[in-house]
């Protein structure tokens, strides 16, 4: 019966397939996502894998042995690379540089593998999309080939300031007769602006190092991804574009704090922390709406001992209810007595979800470091900042929060590169209740809903997934031979 179906199925006007032509060629489509194995580069990979596997892409994120257990995520596979240390991931380097080169090395030789083991399947691998702090992996996606995307985890205005210092066009260290520090699409950058390795470059050598070091092959990338969107960043955007062709795709916050497209996708799905979400839940439904001060300075972040008391002392002079996230790590700089005797006003924990926190409704301003992920997420989710950056890019991102976005205030340091408890009660005051309050809020909610709108139809970000993914789809289904796209993807 099977073989009489087809001695005249010449003669037949139409031949109809029970099948769907877009699926059979999505169902190809297989991207491997690779992130720098940390907190703040895991989560926004990742997000965008669910982006991906959402459109009908089999997204599998590839993270190192150490941190494999700590992805637990439905709809994307994940598979394990090696970093060279299995056991304990970067506590086990002597160095910020023995880890990079030992990566660089047993990344690649275990990514090459990982490609090798889908080559025969029903889903050989379309693209490595790799963290940009990983430029090996696309000389691996080259070798195998396959197309390779680097993705940015930081502001595009970041980018732009590294491009130019990796172009020589701008000198390091940036000194204060230098400044205003004038660079295209970008506002003026005093020194307070600056991230703290332009200043200082020889205080975190490695560091600099890596940042540098996502450049020199980008031009090869078939697609580079930055993690912001039109609305936010779009003049830095345009000036990273004159040398290569950017597409934002962010913010990479999970779903339902945005378009709520992808079911259930209410966290990140990666965790290197256990988090404590019940007491936290619990102590904000006792609270009045906008009246907790959230307190976060993220998974690197370390306080002095001084700088700590100044903003336990703040908080608690404020006289408004708060909720401070401490690492377990970092909990012994707390002076004695603080937690027992604002116990009433505040409270203190390891972790918590910070993205449920932000959107509770008694929570009215957002104490930050201003890490890019932390900027996205109060920018999502509408809540005034307090901007108290530290380090790195966090200098930078602070400006935008206080003076382009006008979404919250910076604390200013003093001469001892200490924010005291007057200037930190001060700035909370006056993104709680005073006079630039309403403007603030005004503003945050404004760029809430422009968030949302990136993800929304014809929404920027949307549109970029989808041209990415479509061009995947047809070069599958065409058998397009896998060669350099660049400025045409």
């Known amino acids: 019966m099977k073989l009489n179906q087809y001695p005249n199925l010449d003669k037949a006007d139409w031949i109809f397939a029970n099948t769907f032509e877009a699926l059979e060629g999505e169902r190809r489509v297989h991207v491997v996502v690779l992130p720098y194995p940390s907190q703040g580069h ?16 089999k997204a599998t994120l590839a993270t190192t042995t150490y941190t494999l257990n700590s992805i637990r995520v439905q709809n994307v596979g994940v598979e394990p690379i090696s970093d060279g240390f299995d056991e304990a991931g970067f506590a086990q380097a002597a160095d910020e540089d023995t880890f990079l080169r030992s990566f660089k090395t047993n990344g690649s030789r275990t990514l090459s593998q990982l490609l090798q083991k889908y080559e025969s399947s029903d889903f050989p691998v379309s693209c490595i999309v790799y963290d940009s702090f990983l430029p090996w992996a696309l000389d691996v996606a080259k070798k195998h080939g396959v197309y390779g995307a680097s993705f940015f985890t930081n502001s595009a205005t970041v980018c732009v300031i590294f491009s130019h210092i990796h172009r020589g066009l701008i000198s390091l260290p940036c000194k204060l007769e230098d400044m205003p520090l004038l660079v295209p699409g970008l506002p003026p950058l005093n020194l307070p602006d600056l991230p703290s390795f332009l200043k200082k470059p020889d205080s975190n050598p490695a560091y600099l190092k890596m940042k540098l070091n996502q450049y020199p092959n980008l031009d090869k990338a078939d697609w580079i991804f930055a993690n912001t969107f039109e609305a936010l960043e779009g003049e830095a955007s345009r000036g990273i574009s004159e040398l290569w062709p950017v597409k934002s795709i962010g913010p990479m916050v999970p779903s339902a704090y945005l378009d709520g497209k992808i079911k259930g996708d209410r966290g990140y799905g990666a965790s290197l922390w ?24 993220g998974s690197m972040v370390s306080l002095t001992a001084k700088q700590m008391e100044e903003l336990a002392l703040g908080l608690k002079e404020s006289g408004l209810y708060f909720m401070w ?14 937690v027992d005797s604002a116990k009433e006003q505040g409270l203190f924990v390891t972790w918590c979800n910070q993205l ?11 104490v930050t470091h201003c890490g890019w992920n932390s900027i996205l997420e109060g920018l999502s989710l509408g809540v005034p900042m307090v901007a108290v950056p530290q380090w790195a890019d966090q200098l930078t991102n602070a400006k935008f929060v206080e003076e382009i976005w006008e979404v919250g205030v910076r604390a200013k340091e003093d001469e001892e590169g200490v924010v ?70």
């Open 42 to 57: 895991i989560n926004p990979l990742l997000q965008f894998a669910k982006r991906l596997a959402s459109k009908g892409v």
């Open 274 to 297: 256990k988090p404590l979400g019940e007491e936290c839940a619990k102590w904000l439904e006792q609270k009045l709406p906008k009246s907790v001060v959230y307190v976060s300075f």
């Open 325 to 338: 996230v401490i690492r377990e790590s970092e909990r012994s700089k707390l002076f004695d007595g603080i």
């Open 356 to 366: 449920e926190a932000l959107a509770h409704e008694a929570v009215g301003c957002f």
């Open 420 to 489: 005291r408890k007057e200037e930190f009660i001060g700035c909370l005051k006056e993104v709680m209740e005073g006079e630039r309050s309403k403007d603030i809020k005004k503003n945050s909610s404004k760029w809430r809903a422009m968030a949302k709108k990136e993800f929304s139809e014809g929404g920027s970000s949307n549109k970029s997934i989808g041209d990415f993914v479509e061009h995947l789809r047809l070069a599958n289904k065409n058998g397009e031979a896998k060669e350099f796209m660049n400025g045409t993807n």
